[in-house]
């Protein structure tokens, strides 16, 4: 069974800071996604990548893939208080996605 | 268009009882999967349903079963509540093939007393 690790489990800064949260697996990702929950709603998908060393950026988000497949970061530039949420990394493997316990990240004004 | 809605947003049983919540899929939509979120830790599949097929089924007892419908709706009925069953369910759709990208909704927040 497939165990993913998410560290900090929580997370606090001042708006304008910088924050790296990582997702690491017991095993080989198939696809790893990352997502953001916030409060009274479901995850949302932020990006999805396949290619070890892979590196995608979303606006202040840059999410790095491992070239092992195994482990993730997510950083972001310059944080905001609309950057607070849940954030999650799941393996995707066919038909069902299997998640970490997730970061919990809050951006204070 | 509407996103996946869900019913009852939030809802309390009592140890014993049963539960049926309902996912309405994005239209156009064929797949629907079903997950159980527990505070402080990440969603856990429960099942997925396409084209009124069960594809996939997680670790989950008995208790726990569920359908899809013609018009790709779908319930989740958990039987004989148990306090553990406490949890936010969330539903998500997709079109159907293998790796789509999954939407989910809100959630149906159960709290068992």
């Known amino acids: 069974t497939q165990l993913l690790e998410q560290s900090p489990q929580f997370l606090s800064i001042q708006e304008g800071e910088n924050l790296t949260v990582y997702c690491n697996s017991s095993?080989?990702?198939?696809?790893l996604q990352w997502y953001r929950q916030e409060p009274g709603e479901g995850p949302v998908l932020l990006v999805t990548?396949?290619?070890?060393?892979e590196v995608k950026k979303l606006k202040r988000l840059t999410f790095q893939f491992g070239d092992a497949r195994k482990d993730s970061s997510l950083h972001i530039t310059a944080a905001q208080p609309g950057d607070t949420g849940l954030y999650l990394c799941?393996?995707?493997?066919?038909?069902?996605?299997?998640f970490g316990a997730g970061t919990t990240v809050t951006v204070r004004a | 268009d509407a996103g996946v809605t869900q019913s009852p947003t939030h809802l309390i049983k009592t140890r014993g009882q049963h539960v049926t919540l309902r996912c309405s899929p994005i239209?156009?939509?064929?797949?629907v999967s079903w997950y159980q979120q527990v505070l402080g830790q990440g969603p856990q599949f429960i099942f997925q349903y396409y084209e009124k097929e069960e594809r996939g089924r997680g670790n989950f007892p008995d208790r726990f079963s569920a359908r899809q419908f013609p018009n790709y709706s779908s319930e989740l009925n958990v039987n004989a509540l148990l306090l553990g069953d406490s949890a936010l369910y969330l539903c998500?759709?997709?079109?159907?093939?293998?790796?789509?990208?999954?939407?989910f909704g809100e959630g149906s927040r159960l709290t068992v007393l």
């Open positions: 239209s156009g939509h064929k797949s």
């Open positions: 799941a393996d995707h493997n066919d038909y069902k996605l299997s």
């Open positions: 990548v396949v290619t070890g060393g």
């Open positions: 095993s080989v990702f198939s696809s």
């Open positions: 998500a759709s997709s079109l159907g093939g293998i790796a789509g990208e999954l939407f």
